[in-house]
């Protein structure tokens, strides 16, 4: 049985890394062919936009070294990356913040140092795989509510909340593989009446979401009353890491508890310089931000006349056949007219509701979403 090939059936592991030839915002290059990448997180096409790039190895890059080689905690740290952590500090009107090496170190590592056995946690169902561990590495007591269902929360705060000393609530402001969004107004009602601690992951909407970009909590004036905000500058930023923003002792807990930024090598100092250009320089204007979003209204707006399962808000649009041969076949089809739009298939996604990701970029084009209805027409008359 210590023979790794006798360990799982054929079929049994369906999940494979894509050998992509290129790959931007607007286009995936696979087998030869060209594809409309659907795909993308890349949302405000920063990853690869050649000028700036070029423009910030010019202007920057040459100061800043490629590795870090030890944990701020082990040699201390630079000042970009402090730089990086007050811009992040002012802009959100928070006390501190902590920049982890990913969306992923900063969800295991904060839940997983600020929960413990004695407390007590209430997590959206369909929050991130990388809440769900840290929740697991906490050791504390957990339930699920069902999805933005803030009445099946209150019941479960009444019922369980004074069993444990504290309590957190958790979840995703837009969920990354259903593009709706949290109901954050309630989620403050309810973290106060029952002395909860909030935390919001803003993957999804940081630098879409709000005036200044900042995600959906800034968009509901909801910054002061959430405990803890967690983005990641891996998405819409075209950059790398994860980051916190909360009060000066939250900060000084998580750096005396959090596993993941204790006893991990920090990003490399380029990388942090590119984040922080792009934060100070790039976010795209409101116009061009709603613009992306009122796309996706379009798109969702057609696929919902098609009598389409779709669901969401934001950019992302899932349009879900529910049963994985039919997400195949559909991501196949599509494959075939010239769309990469990969297929999301349980444990990603519950069982019955595998679905393609439709998620739209500032590169894709309305005439690329014609195109795209023009296909599913064919599809679905
Ligand atoms: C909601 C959410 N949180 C956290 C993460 C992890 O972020 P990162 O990719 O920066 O590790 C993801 C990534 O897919 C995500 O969708």
């Not at 360990?7 to 060209?34: H, L, M, N, S």
């Not at 969800?107 to 140092?113: L, V």
């Amino acid at each position: 049985m210590t023979n790794p090939d006798t360990w799982f059936e054929d079929g049994d592991f369906p999940r494979r890394i894509y050998d992509f030839q290129a790959k931007t915002a607007k286009e995936i290059v696979w087998r030869g062919k060209k594809l409309v990448n659907l795909s993308s997180n890349n949302y405000l096409g920063l990853a690869d936009q050649q000028a700036l790039v070029q423009a910030f190895l010019r202007e920057e890059g040459s100061r800043y070294a490629f590795g870090s080689t030890s944990s701020r905690l082990l040699c201390g740290t630079l000042p970009v990356y402090e730089r990086l952590e007050s811009w992040l500090a002012e802009h959100f009107q928070k006390e501190a913040s902590l920049v982890f090496n990913s969306g992923w170190h900063a969800n295991t590592g904060i839940i997983s140092s600020l929960a413990e056995k004695s407390d007590i946690i209430f997590a959206d169902r369909l929050v991130h795989a990388s809440m769900i561990d840290g929740i697991k590495l906490s050791g504390a007591k957990f339930y699920r509510f069902h999805h933005r269902d803030m009445e099946n929360l209150s019941k479960l705060l009444r019922q369980h909340r004074s069993s444990c000393r504290r309590a957190f609530v958790l979840t995703e402001s837009i969920f990354s593989m259903d593009g709706d969004a949290a109901d954050l107004a309630a989620l403050v009602r309810l973290k106060d009446e029952y002395d909860a601690f909030l935390i919001v992951d803003e993957a999804h909407a940081f630098g879409l979401f709000g005036p200044n970009g900042l995600g959906l909590a800034e968009q509901y004036r909801l910054m002061a009353q959430t405990d803890l905000l967690i983005g990641t500058f891996s998405k819409a930023i075209g950059s790398l890491g994860g980051f916190a923003v909360c009060s000066a002792t939250v900060r000084r807990w998580l750096v005396n508890r959090a596993r993941p930024l204790i006893f991990s090598t920090s990003l490399p100092p380029i990388a942090i310089a590119w984040t922080l250009y792009v934060l100070e320089n790039l976010i795209p204007s409101l116009a061009v931000r709603n613009e992306l979003l009122s796309q996706a209204s379009w798109l969702r707006e057609h696929l919902l006349k098609k009598h389409l399962s779709v669901s969401g808000v934001s950019q992302i649009v899932p349009v879900i056949p529910g049963s994985v041969p039919q997400t195949l076949q559909l991501s196949e089809r599509l494959y075939e007219t010239g769309f990469c739009t990969l297929p999301i298939r349980p444990p990603t996604v519950p069982p019955n509701q595998s679905r393609i990701r439709l998620s739209l970029t500032t590169a894709i084009t309305r005439r690329d979403l014609e195109r795209l209805l023009e296909v599913m027409d064919a599809m679905f008359p």
